[in-house]
């Protein structure tokens, strides 16, 4: 759960920041509300992208993720101020070709599934496209805000209190949005297993993003994170043995250029 996963990097990031400060090695360098915004908008990114899971598959989900890159090649150009070439833009719209491909796929599973009333009460691709969507905007948004205050503030600074107000957040949402929803869970070690290592999982990633946006930038780190559709297919088919329409392989292979493109 997301309240699990920011109160555990708030509490050991928070704990750095504590050290540093006792030590009189830093200072605070970027106003506090700057990162309640940035907060809210990583929290929303998270909730609308998990919430995807419950109305499409998770290789829609991991594909039409990458709309994150125009969104941050956008954002970089207009308020970092960063350039790109032509080859890399030419690459980027390929990416984008691939999506429309997945976009077009989940309509037609959708179409498929009409006939099952029980299928479509808990399977709407169309709506699962839009969450991962909105979320992705939502997740260049928050990459470009990170890169900017990892360059210029303070790295432990933001993961601490990105993680802080994180929580309180989450804990605000899931108490007006999600209480029944958490009510209704069984807990037991089968069911906390899941979101405990979902948790962990992604503690350690929103670790080592700071190092990588400090390094590479935003664009760099969602393009490498498009290593993960590769994954995802492999799960859908052998974990959840799931059929994967044909239009996700050719949108794979399209994606696959598009970065071959960029990166050259």
């Not at 101020?81 to 599973?109: E, N, P």
């Not at 990105?162 to 929580?167: D, I, K, N, V």
């Not at 948790?199 to 780190?221: E, H, I, N, Q, R």
């Amino acid at each position: 759960m997301d309240i699990t996963l920011i109160g555990l990097k708030s509490h050991a990031w928070g704990r750095c920041l504590l050290v540093q400060v006792e030590n009189k090695q830093t200072r605070f360098e970027a106003k506090w509300y700057y990162y309640v915004v940035l907060g809210l908008v990583d929290v929303e990114a998270n909730f609308l992208v998990v919430k995807a899971y419950q109305y499409t598959s998770i290789t829609s989900v991991v594909l039409l993720d990458c709309w994150s890159i125009p969104c941050v090649m956008f954002l970089t150009f207009i308020f970092l101020k960063t350039k790109y070439r032509f080859r890399k833009i030419a690459g980027v719209v390929v990416c984008v070709a691939g999506l429309v491909m997945v976009v077009f796929s989940d309509v037609h599973a959708g179409d498929r599934s009409g006939n099952s009333q029980d299928l479509l009460h808990f399977f709407d691709p169309r709506k699962g496209d839009l969450l991962v969507f909105a979320g992705a905007t939502l997740y260049a948004i928050s990459n470009v805000s990170e890169e900017f205050l990892v360059k210029n503030a303070d790295r432990v600074e933001l993961m601490s209190f990105l993680g802080l107000f994180g929580a309180i957040i989450s804990a605000i949402q899931i108490s007006l949005v999600e209480r029944n929803e958490l009510k209704s869970i069984h807990w037991t070690a089968g069911a906390a297993f899941p979101f405990f290592g979902f948790s962990l999982a992604m503690f350690l990633f929103y670790s080592f993003v700071p190092v990588l946006l400090k390094m590479s930038g935003s664009t760099m780190l969602n393009l490498s994170l498009l290593t993960s559709d590769m994954w995802a297919v492999i799960i859908r088919i052998f974990a959840y043995h799931e059929k994967v329409d044909w239009l996700y392989f050719l949108a794979f292979v399209v994606v696959a250029g598009g970065l071959i493109i960029y990166s050259g």
